[in-house]
């Protein structure tokens, strides 16, 4: 499916969506949106993640239609004595982005709004392989890109062809996560360090552990290394949801009780992550699969999140009704 027809389904979604008794019938009581970077200028970063405008867009949008935006915890206790004063949306940023603090924070605390951060162990120890960030990397410092592993290379002298390439590249190895150790070559070959990326995108230790005790943040574990949990073998993937735990814990010296499921996708997580998951202690997972929380059948180690891209696939995913087209 284009990006352009599904801007169309999305865009006629929304409108659908707008109608009270719509919004009514499909909308759920509560929530979980799913954010990463939080980008002042998205053309610069190739749009791989949220811009400013969208993001404030989105806490105005909640606030009009009288969506209460409360922490998890809070989220889940209300629902569980079935609070219907109003429907709760929690915010969750993955991975520990600097710009979560320096760009979104000032605008969390002007709508009092609480979120969580998903961290993993190797973003603020600087040894994760994050190879979105060499991709992107690679492809800004260069109008012409082989990407060897793939077979392709990219002709790409400007910001919308570099955009498409590197969607292009993500996709494949979203196609299979264990793809993405087959790019380290290319990136030691064209100078790229991840080791610099890290350190350059994500919070340290000392500004996680400021940020902890803000009284707007909560944090929650991300596995060490962020790799996708299905593709490795049982103890392999409990070592990374305990490990991560432990880590966060120690340096925080707080309980973790709540996880983000690397990429979160049925191809990175099932039903065994939910055993690993619970087996070390958390108590709630989010995944990345499309859908708000409904009281009766919801799953706490199996949570789905809004995900959107823009204005009209916000809207329709908040209302409810892409929910019920795509169930039927």
Not at 189 to 214: C, K
Request: hydrophobic residues 40%; contains cysteine.
């Amino acid at each position: 499916m284009t990006q352009i027809l599904k801007d169309c389904i999305y865009y006629s979604a929304s409108r659908v969506g707008e109608l009270p008794f719509l919004r009514t019938r499909f909308a759920a009581r509560a929530a979980i949106i799913l954010l990463h970077e939080i980008q002042p200028n998205c053309q610069a970063e190739l749009m791989t993640g949220t811009s400013v405008s969208l993001f404030e867009y989105l806490l105005n949008w909640l606030q009009r239609e009288g969506w209460s935006i409360v922490s998890l915890d809070e989220c889940l206790e209300r629902l569980a004595r079935n609070d219907q004063s109003s429907r709760y949306a929690v915010l969750t940023f993955d991975d520990g982005y600097r710009d979560n603090v320096s760009v979104a924070l000032p605008i969390l605390e002007r709508h009092n709004a609480p979120f969580m951060m998903y961290v993993p162990t190797g973003a603020p120890t600087r040894s994760m392989q994050s190879w979105w960030l060499g991709l992107r990397k690679l492809f800004l410092s260069r109008d012409k890109v082989a990407i060897d592993a793939l077979g392709r290379q990219f002709h790409c002298s400007d910001i919308r062809s570099k955009t498409l390439a590197l969607a292009e590249v993500i996709r494949w190895v979203h196609q299979d996560y264990r793809r993405s150790a087959m790019l380290a070559p290319t990136f030691k070959q064209a100078g790229i360090s991840l080791a610099t990326l890290n350190d350059a995108y994500f919070l340290d230790e000392r500004e996680l552990g400021i940020l902890a005790r803000h009284p707007l943040a909560s944090i929650g574990g991300h596995t060490t290394s962020h790799a996708a949990l299905a593709t490795l073998d049982g103890p392999s993937a409990r070592a990374e949801l305990a490990d991560n735990r432990a880590y966060l814990e120690n340096l925080l010296q707080r309980s973790i009780r709540h996880l983000a499921y690397p990429y979160g996708g049925p191809r990175a997580c099932g039903l065994r992550e939910e055993h690993l998951a619970n087996d070390v202690g958390f108590q709630t997972a989010v995944t990345t699969r499309q859908g708000q929380l409904h009281e009766h059948k919801m799953n706490h180690l199996a949570l789905p999140r809004i995900g959107f891209s823009s204005r009209s696939g916000f809207t329709a995913r908040m209302s409810g009704i892409m929910e019920a087209v795509q169930a039927r």
